[in-house]
């Protein structure tokens, strides 16, 4: 099935803010890791990086199994 022209611009509204999101996000990492030890704030992204890439990657794969 076709997705409507109006699911793909909420789904391109969606994608959009998440992006500003990031954006507004990475001065507070900065301050943060100028506020503890750098090796350890590079820890703590690492980790919340990782955890980042597999909730998007579980989130796109339940989003193309419900679409089947």
Same mark, same amino acid.
């Not at 990657?57 to 199994?65: L, Q, Y």
């Given at each position: 099935?076709?997705?409507?022209?109006?699911? =793909?611009?909420? &789904?391109?509204?969606?994608?959009?803010?998440? #992006?500003?999101?990031?954006?507004? %996000?990475?001065?507070?990492? /900065?301050?943060?890791? =100028?506020?503890? &030890?750098?090796?350890?704030?590079?820890?703590? #992204?690492?980790?919340?990086?990782? %955890?980042?890439?597999?909730? /998007?990657?579980?989130?796109?794969?339940?989003?193309?199994?419900?679409?089947?």
């Amino acid at each position: 099935m076709d997705e409507s022209p109006r699911q =793909t611009q909420l &789904d391109r509204i969606e994608r959009r803010q998440q #992006y500003i999101l990031a954006l507004l %996000i990475v001065p507070y990492f /900065i301050w943060f890791a =100028t506020i503890i &030890d750098v090796v350890i704030a590079a820890f703590l #992204y690492f980790v919340l990086g990782v %955890i980042a890439f597999v909730l /998007i990657t579980i989130r796109r794969r339940n989003r193309d199994t419900a679409e089947q």
